[in-house]
Nanobody, 124 residues
Framework: QVQLVESGGGLVQPGGSLRLSCAAS????????MGWFRQAPGKEREFVAA????????SYADSVKGRFTISRDNAKNTVSLQMNSMKPEDTAVYYC?????????????????WGQGTQVTVSS
């Protein structure tokens, strides 16, 4: 049984930084791509960032490119999202997801398992 547990959410001021982490268990972590998605109130879940099985390939939504960085540690079964220069529009529940395959996907249907989500609020 796969479990994904996010941590690191909270309240941050505009321009500030947060680091989200996701701990995975239940299957061979290093085989699968990992992604981060977010969902703001009244909006659909949207892609934020993804990383392939090896960590050598990444993809970002245009809205976060240059500000967010995704990384993974296959020895520790963790994936992280470093968020810098944060904006109020980054406010959302952030979800970690484990892919159905090793290559990157940007659509929710390309991910088999999801965490419970962690709230990120950017406000002064």
């Amino acid at each position: 049984q796969v479990q994904l547990v996010e941590s690191g959410g909270g309240l941050v001021q505009p321009g500030g930084s947060l680091r989200l982490s996701c701990a995975a268990s239940g299957r061979t972590f290093s085989t699968y791509a990992m992604g981060w998605f977010r969902q703001a109130p009244g909006k659909e879940r949207e892609f934020v960032a993804a990383i392939n099985w090896s960590g050598r390939s990444t993809s970002y939504a245009d809205s976060v490119k240059g500000r967010f960085t995704i990384s993974r540690d296959n020895a520790k079964n963790t994936v992280s999202l470093q968020m810098n220069s944060m904006k109020p529009e980054d406010t959302a529940v952030y979800y970690c997801a484990e892919g159905a395959a090793g290559y990157i996907g940007t659509m929710p249907y390309q991910y088999d398992y999801w965490g419970q989500g962690t709230q990120v609020t950017v406000s002064s």
